[in-house]
């Protein structure tokens, strides 16, 4: 199928889950999907992930959108707000592009945690979404307050992050502060998204324990 027909039998199935309420909201981001599409600004099976967890927030009351721009040419994948507290959902899929063939994890990592320090301060609430055939990484640190964070700890990040951003690099400031606070499983197939508060997931599923050492 067309990425076209994906959306649009995808829009159909989650008004089913969560009632035709949502329908104009999921049109709308659809429609701006197809269009970034056709310019390659965004992939297919990214997009889709950011309809369903578009359509989850929507049926929580929030005001939805992706692909937003949030200044100095940072883009978020998906927004909301609701009450006047905003939300920010950045997806990792996991990709590891053939230039990192031979450090994938330092690069996941690296991309994690510079997506968790350059977004989260965007927005009140911070997540990572993510499929269930993925792990999340995320440190101890991130699921601390920033005043009990450790300097070395942070100097190790950064450290780390310096190996693969530098244009701009990531601050230890950006680091102290930086924060997420809950991580989605996105399960497509199903219209699912689990959410869990980030400090479960990081204990649950994270193999965080010394992957600076790595």
Same mark, same amino acid.
């Given at each position: 199928?067309?990425?076209?027909?994906?959306?649009?039998?995808? %829009?159909?199935?989650?008004?089913?889950?969560?009632?035709?309420?949502?329908?104009?909201?999921?049109?709308?981001?659809?429609?701006?999907?197809?269009?970034?599409?056709?310019?390659?600004?965004?992939?297919?099976?990214?997009?889709?992930?950011?309809?369903?967890?578009?359509?989850?927030? @929507?049926? !929580?009351?929030?005001?939805?959108?992706?692909?937003?721009?949030?200044?100095?040419?940072?883009?978020?994948?998906?927004?909301?707000? $609701?009450? !006047?507290?905003?939300?920010?959902?950045?997806?990792?899929?996991?990709?590891?592009?053939?230039?990192?063939?031979?450090? #994938?994890?330092?690069?996941?990592?690296? $991309?994690?945690?510079?997506?968790?320090?350059? &977004?989260?301060?965007?927005?009140?609430?911070?997540?990572?979404?993510? #499929? +269930? &055939?993925?792990? %999340?990484?995320? #440190?101890?640190?991130?699921?601390?307050?920033?005043?009990?964070?450790?300097?070395?700890?942070?100097?190790? @990040?950064?450290?780390?992050?310096?190996? &693969?951003?530098?244009? +701009? +690099?990531?601050?230890?400031?950006?680091?102290?502060?930086?924060? %997420?606070?809950? %991580?989605?499983?996105?399960?497509?197939?199903?219209?699912?998204?689990?959410?869990? +508060?980030?400090?479960? &997931? @990081?204990?649950?599923?994270?193999?965080?324990?010394?992957?600076?050492?790595?």
């Amino acid at each position: 199928m067309s990425l076209k027909r994906d959306i649009e039998v995808l %829009v159909e199935r989650l008004a089913e889950r969560y009632g035709d309420g949502i329908t104009p909201c999921l049109v709308g981001i659809g429609d701006k999907l197809l269009k970034l599409a056709s310019e390659g600004l965004v992939k297919s099976n990214h997009s889709v992930m950011e309809l369903v967890v578009a359509a989850f927030l @929507a049926s !929580k009351g929030y005001e939805v959108d992706v692909e937003k721009e949030l200044g100095k040419g940072l883009v978020c994948d998906v927004y909301g707000e $609701r009450d !006047k507290e905003s939300i920010i959902v950045e997806i990792e899929t996991g990709f590891v592009p053939p230039s990192n063939a031979l450090d #994938p994890v330092r690069y996941r990592v690296a $991309r994690e945690i510079s997506k968790v320090a350059r &977004y989260s301060r965007h927005a009140d609430r911070f997540v990572m979404a993510t #499929p +269930p &055939y993925h792990v %999340v990484y995320i #440190p101890e640190f991130l699921v601390r307050k920033s005043d009990k964070r450790n300097e070395s700890e942070l100097i190790s @990040a950064k450290k780390l992050l310096d190996e &693969y951003y530098r244009r +701009p +690099p990531i601050s230890l400031e950006e680091l102290r502060r930086a924060k %997420v606070d809950y %991580v989605y499983i996105v399960y497509v197939d199903e219209l699912r998204v689990l959410e869990y +508060p980030a400090k479960e &997931y @990081a204990y649950r599923f994270s193999f965080y324990n010394g992957f600076f050492e790595l």
